[in-house]
């Protein structure tokens, strides 16, 4: 049996998933690439980054990147294969291209290599896993695949303001929303409000098929679901939702790293931070709406709710999964809604999460390498 530079008693390793850049070395967010490899370097494993160019598992050695604090500049090197794979391809397109599932496939196919969060998240194909258990479906708001203007009639019957989402969305981008409102005239009129950039667009429709045609004109080439309104708490008359980290630990079982707070920008549509929102302390805005004990308690069931999810996700998907983030809705009575996962959680500004998830992948992957080892 032909022996490994793992059994010469070297590092533990970990490889970055990324693709080739042609105005840079490589794409994502290098400054998340670094932490990951000194908080590897300080846990006693080597992290680098592999391009799906480099990729390739047939030999006890592969070329990587590896930064040099001295020169400050990343080098591209044989480094030793890796034992598990980190999926930070940024992009969906970037995704479905052939030498990046021919990387993600050969990772899946491998008995040496582990890989975790293989793709993206549908928001569609999510919300159907979800729905279709009894542990999960009481989180899902009212939602439906947008194919045809009877979609938007139905649940506008139901409720008085539905959001529309693409279904490959990220950070926000194309959300809509329309609100049944009313004119001095009392005649019914719906308005369909959409963001660009920071600024807010309003257009107003007598009916179902205006809406229908409005939206289509706005939708590029985009699937999108509609989904129910939730009447979030609110601190200083805008609303709010959580954003929950949610990771595997060293133990292979999936804990909350942390939970953050998303403050919707003044008339935003969203509380994505690029769309205008702000971070903010998710006990602070509890503790305004519903007291210190049940702000406390809530949280709980947060945290409860989260890991129930990230389970049930992990579970349809039928992947090894690691990581997610969640965005959580808190509605004025306390009930706790699932808006959105994402497998590609960008980084957390707040610096005890930041800290929690950057050892938790590298422990994780630390996991699943000793798990290998006891096969």
């Known amino acids: 049996m032909a022996v490994t530079l793992h059994d010469k008693g070297l590092k533990p390793t970990l490889g970055i998933l990324t693709v080739k850049d042609s105005n840079r070395v490589f794409r994502g967010n290098l400054h998340n690439f670094l932490d990951l490899i000194q908080t590897g370097e300080r846990l006693g494993v080597d992290v680098y980054v592999v391009t799906t160019k480099d990729f390739n598992l047939s030999g006890s050695e592969i070329y990587g990147y590896r930064y040099h604090t001295q020169t400050k500049k990343w080098s591209r090197e044989l480094v030793p294969a890796p034992q598990v794979v980190y999926n930070r391809i940024p992009y969906r397109k970037m995704e479905m291209k052939p030498d990046v599932q021919q990387a993600i496939q050969a990772c899946n196919r491998s008995s040496s290599v582990q890989l975790f969060n293989p793709s993206f998240f549908n928001k569609w194909t999510l919300f159907s896993w979800l ?157 305004s709406a519903f007291g210190a004990k049940e702000a406390k308690n809530i949280l709980l069931r947060v945290r409860k709710a989260a890991v129930t999810l990230a389970k049930q996700i992990e579970k349809s998907s039928g992947n090894q999964l690691g990581e997610m983030s969640m965005d959580i809705g808190v509605d004025t009575a306390g009930h706790i809604w699932f808006f959105e996962a994402n497998s590609k959680p960008m980084k957390f500004d707040e610096p005890k999460i930041r800290q929690k998830s950057l050892e938790r992948i590298i422990r994780y992957s630390l996991y699943l390498i000793n798990n290998r080892r006891r096969r």
């Open 131 to 287: 729905n279709s258990s009894k542990v999960s479906k009481t989180y899902m708001p009212d939602t439906l695949q947008l194919s045809e203007a009877k979609d938007l009639s139905q649940l506008l019957r139901k409720h008085a303001v539905l959001y529309l989402k693409p279904v490959k969305g990220k950070a926000g981008r194309g959300i809509m929303r329309i609100e049944h409102v009313t004119t001095k005239s009392e005649q019914g009129q719906y308005r369909l409000s959409r963001q660009e950039d920071k600024k807010m667009i309003y257009s107003y429709h007598e009916s179902t098929d205006d809406l229908w045609q409005e939206w289509n004109k706005h939708r590029g080439t985009h699937d999108y679901i509609v989904q129910q309104g939730i009447a979030l708490t609110r601190y200083k008359q805008r609303a709010y939702d959580l954003r929950a980290l949610i990771q595997k630990t060293g133990k292979g079982v999936w804990s909350v790293s942390g939970i953050g707070a998303r403050v919707a920008g003044k008339a935003s549509i969203t509380t994505h931070v690029p769309r205008g929102g702000s971070i903010d302390e998710p006990l602070k805005l509890l503790t």
